[in-house]
């Protein structure tokens, strides 16, 4: 436990900074263009390139690269260098093609994720912002197999700390757009300024993979460009991937219907389409991101090498370990998100081009998000369960189920509620759906390792939920006694809110845990007044 509370926060206080700026970097944006028709531009063409890297690589790098680096620094006489060398030649080479590719298609591929008439000005912006946009898929993509390969060295750092440089670039250019640009107005933006957002936005993506590619080198790892791919074991990588690609594919189809029908309904309401889909899905991935993705990058490895090594109980005691530490810090703040969703976006998003009405609606799709924290979060944790074993085909058809689940609700909701409301339906769908995958997921990885101590991960999540009530309660009762004396949410009403609510509302929490003698919040509790009293 004291080792990977170590790696996590050692990740976890790189990808807070990252997240924090992420934060700015999402306020600067909606300050510069605001989320109507320029902003639903700007989000369809943003979100296309890591769509397209979820299909080709991201998914992979977790289920299959990873183990199989890991495998090559075991068993190979060089450690593996070799095999990481021909690695990062071959997924060069294969994504400046793509970028190629996709910046040619990118009419299509913008006709595919949005429901846009494709004479509009609307369209014809997006189309112009994604050719801007897509050639940083080369850039990504180099960086985050250097990510992959510092990870198997336990090098964490660079990969956390590395989107820090990403998102500060972006910030300056919206600030830039902001000052020099011709606004949120859809009809008034020029060449030029799309250039602006589109280039800038991947001057970051450069900027990021440039800090992996140094770190990697000072890391020993000496890129000589090798293609020689018999040795490169594509056949199995190929056996293992093509299931990954496929859940990636199965998920990437639930996400192409949901920009569909978020992009409808910001047709038919300006300001609750793709947009307010975006924001509040980033802000609602941060504690995953902080706190999820630091545990599954430390436990991921470990867990590969515990498979390999035939010890069970341990990949079943890994995975225990990993699922408490996550949710001790999950419970809470999904609660919070809950409560305090348009306390939180409106200091960050109710400036400039965008309304503070605009941001409470981003907060309500948030406060509805926060349903799926937990759930997202355990699936996500179970889903390496199977990496670990090599097997991918498995996490398809779970996939593929929780899709289909999604696509059933979002279209559900869809059609019963009016368009004012469908944003927030998408996000409840998400939420039904991953709280069924979870249960799936569950039970079908318990039936590999043996169990997965179901009954005693029940009992601290009980236990954690009831010691969160306190904070809860807390949070409601800043909301109504705030808005109540002061009215409404505007910004230094929601800065209290969130004073109260969130940060009393968390300390509450430790505390209460702290008394409870919930494992997890102790470890944390201690490891940070450690560092205090240093």
């Known amino acids: 436990m004291s080792r990977m509370l170590r790696a996590s926060a050692i990740m976890a206080a790189g990808t807070m900074v990252s997240r924090v700026t992420g934060f700015v970097r999402t306020m600067v944006l909606a300050y510069a263009i605001g989320t109507a028709a320029l902003g639903d531009a700007y989000n369809a063409a943003y979100a296309i390139p ?191 991937g093509v299931w990954t690609i496929g859940y990636v594919v199965v998920t990437q189809l639930g996400f192409v219907l949901t920009t569909n029908l978020s992009s409808r309904a910001g047709d038919l309401v300006p300001g609750h389409g793709i947009s307010p889909y ?87 799709v948030l406060q509805v998000y926060g349903l799926a924290l937990v759930p997202f979060a355990i699936f996500q944790l179970l889903l390496r369960v199977f990496y670990s074993f090599g097997d991918t085909r498995t996490p398809v058809f779970i996939g593929a189920g929780t899709t289909a689940v999604n696509a059933v609700f979002m279209v559900l909701l869809y059609l019963v509620l009016p368009p004012a409301y469908v944003v927030m339906g998408l996000a409840l769908a998400y939420a039904i759906a991953y709280g069924l995958g979870a249960v799936l997921a569950w039970w079908l990885a318990g039936r590999r390792v043996g169990g997965l101590g179901g009954w005693a991960v029940g009992m601290s999540l009980t236990r954690m939920y009831l010691a969160a009530l306190p904070t809860a309660v807390l949070a409601l009762a800043a909301v109504w006694v705030v808005t109540g004396i002061f009215g409404g949410l505007g910004f230094l009403n929601s800065v209290i809110v969130l004073a109260i609510g969130g940060g009393l509302g968390m300390v509450l929490y430790l505390g209460v845990a702290h008394r409870m003698r919930i494992p997890e919040v102790n470890s944390i509790v201690g490891m940070v007044a450690r560092r205090v009293g240093r």
């Open 50 to 240: 890591y769509s397209i890297l979820d299909l080709l690589l991201l998914g992979v790098l977790s289920s299959v690269v990873v183990p199989m680096v890991v495998r090559a620094q075991q068993h190979d006489e060089d450690g593996g260098r070799a095999y990481e060398q021909r690695l990062l030649s071959l997924a060069t080479v294969t994504l400046v093609v793509v970028a190629a590719l996709s910046v040619l298609a990118a009419p299509l591929l913008i006709d595919l994720y949005t429901d846009w008439d494709a004479g509009s000005w609307k369209f014809e912006v997006a189309v112009m912002l994604a050719r801007f946009i897509l050639p940083q898929l080369a850039f990504f993509g180099v960086g985050a197999v250097a990510g992959a390969i510092l990870n198997t060295r336990d090098r964490y750092g660079a990969p956390m700390w590395a989107p820090v440089l990403n998102n500060v670039v972006v910030i300056c250019v919206f600030l830039l757009y902001a000052v020099v640009g011709s606004g949120s107005d859809l009809d008034r933006v020029t060449t030029f300024d799309l250039a602006l957002l589109g280039v800038g936005t991947t001057a970051g993506i450069v900027a990021q993979a440039a800090v992996l590619i140094v770190a990697l080198r000072r890391a020993g790892f000496s890129f000589v460009p090798r293609f020689d791919l018999r040795n490169a074991r594509l056949g199995e990588m190929a056996k293992a």
């Open 278 to 364: 975006t924001l509040a899905f980033q802000l609602f991935q941060l504690p995953y991101g902080v706190i999820g993705v630091s545990v599954i990058t430390a436990m991921l490895p470990r867990m590969s090498r515990s498979v390999a090594e035939g010890r069970f109980d341990e990949v079943r005691a890994e995975f225990g370990s990993s699922v408490r530490l996550v949710c001790s810090l999950m419970v809470p703040v999904s609660l919070l998100l809950m409560v305090l969703g348009p306390a939180i976006t409106v200091p960050i998003y109710g400036h400039g081009a965008n309304s503070v009405a605009d941001a409470v609606y981003i907060g309500n």
